[in-house]
Every structure is written in structure tokens, then in C-alpha cells.
């Protein structure tokens, strides 16, 4: 069987935490951020977590299945 490699844009954006969460950053932080209230800029610095049961933690199990 050959080896599994990782998929090289998943493992720049996600990390997977010691509880087999997934760890991202939030969309919306880089421009244009004039109107946006101090409130939710304050939201968007926390990371994200995505469960490995959601849908989304299915597909990056499959992009990231050395990191197990």
C-alpha cells in the first residue's frame, strides 16, 4: 500500500489539537475592516474548531490523515 501524504493546503490552514479537534483561523481579518464593529473583530481573533464528526471534520480527515 503506498503511503498517505497529507493534503499540502489543509496543513498550512488547519492543526489538530490533542483532543482530535481541528483548529482554524476565522475568515474576515485581513481588509476592509473599517465598518466592522470592535465586537466582532474581537470575534474573529479566536480560533475555530471544527469536531471530527461534523461533515467538515470528515473531509479533513481525509486531507490530514498522517496527523492522527
Known sequence: MPKLKNHSGAK????????????HRKAGRKHLLTPVSASRKHDMRATGVIT?????????????????
Open 52 to 68: 471530527p464528526e461534523s461533515a467538515k471534520g470528515k473531509t479533513l480527515q481525509k486531507y490530514l490523515p498522517v496527523a492522527k
Open 12 to 23: 498550512k490552514r488547519f492543526r489538530i489539537t490533542a483532543t482530535g479537534k481541528y483548529q
